[in-house]
């Protein structure tokens, strides 16, 4: 199990994480598929094995027709084992995007087929991105948004319609202005005349993104095959997957809490939200790792299942006031299929897309930093809940700055002009003025004398102190200016790092780098 200490994101620009090394990829992967065709469990009356075949068929048919439907088509060997990687469909840091490249690197060296996930289920945090400013004459730099629509947070992707198409339309515009002074050009003033050429087409914002950078990565000569999870949500291996959990809510809840809670023990972690929330279990009414929405509606509600004794299945909410979907006692499954086709969605949350890209669709699974940390409970749910003997998966990041600044100020030289400053305040002895005369003199020799006083008792140490700090005071006055300089110096030297700091992230959004920096950072796996 990777431990939180092994994950961190590179410090240098330019660097890239990959865990395991790559030279262990064919043998992680052959040991994943000898643990998941050995394994017993059944997943709603079905073998694992077996839904494992059909999973991977029903995915990538289904990501063929995705591309055949945006006008590409790519040629695949469905033989060969799943690689899979995902994110949600917004305008994320390159050490995210570096992910599909590195998916499609891996595959083509081991003869494998590359799946790339779009969690267009997910929810639109964002209608901008944030810019930063290069400071100008002395003042600090700062943020600014820069927005591509109004306020959409809390809709999910597949759902997201642009508000204020004059915002989107003027978006790239917008950016070229804020970054005039920049030395080079973002990819993003580009990269928007494809983005708005896909939403002519009918695409939706999440998909126009997607399309996109999909096109910059086929330049590349990057192909992946891409699948947004509303649309696998509509396969049978899905509705068996999301069935077998429903059936089994309760237990499912209580051994997931328990998963957290070691998680959170081990990790020192106090709020109840890291890494998830719990999962609620109250009078008869168990909370499940899926999301619900309602025909018509757009707004996401926990589901939750209530199991009658005579066998009966709720969804729903709990409460008086609380949604209530019968799913009958015979043909459940059945039951739970046609709620698509009337309207109403089952969504995975983050837990469960996770189980089932990594249990029931791929032979391996490409995490970044964040959603590796948290795969310790996926880890634990997949070894209690379906007993099988989790699955290894690879972890791939980068760090990529903007360097919008030439002269860079280390931590290192903030602490040492820090460590100057206290030095004179504490021992002025060791910084004489500029001009020193016999009085200054005196009291460096007063100080080796005071030394040399006794201190064998405590009145005698006590004595001593007193003499030694008002010899101290009196050495101050001497390098009081001095003093002062080095601590405006300090103060200036740490603002400026602060400033540095914000500057050089590495979670600006990959549009904000020019095309060249971007080529440079994925060229090794292209």
Known sequence: MISLHELRAPSEDGGILYYPDLSLVAELIKENQKKLSTAKSLIFGQPLKELRLLAKEEAITAAIAFLKSNGQEIKVDKSLPLLVSGHQPELFHPGVWIKNFALHSISKKHSLTPLNLIIDNDVVKHASISV???PVGGKKSVQVNCNFDQDNSGMPYEDWMIKNHEIFDRFSEHLKGITADWENIPMGVTFWQDVLMAVATGLKPGLAFTHARRKWEQHLGCNNLELPVSTLCGTNSFSLFAMDIISKAEAFANMFNQAVATYRTKHGLKSKNHPFPDLGVAKGW??????????GESRRQRLGVKKEASGEIILGTPGPQGVRINLGVKDQL?????LEMQGTRVRPRALSTTIFARLLLSDAFIHGIGGAKYDEVTDQMIQDFYQV????FMVVSATARLNLIKNVETEASVKSENQIARDIWWNPQRHAPAKPDSQWDDLIVQREKFLQ?????????KERYKKLRANLDCLRVWVKTDYQHEVEKAKHLQGQ????QQLQSRDYSFILHSEQKLKSLFKPFL
């Open 132 to 134: 930063p400013m290069i």
């Open 389 to 392: 003997t989790p699955p290894a």
């Open 334 to 338: 059945a039951a739970f299929k046609n």
């Open 453 to 461: 006083l006794p201190c064998n008792s405590h009145s005698e140490r």
């Open 286 to 295: 168990a909370e499940t790792p899926f999301w619900l929405l309602l025909p």
């Open 497 to 500: 790092f602060k400033v540095q």
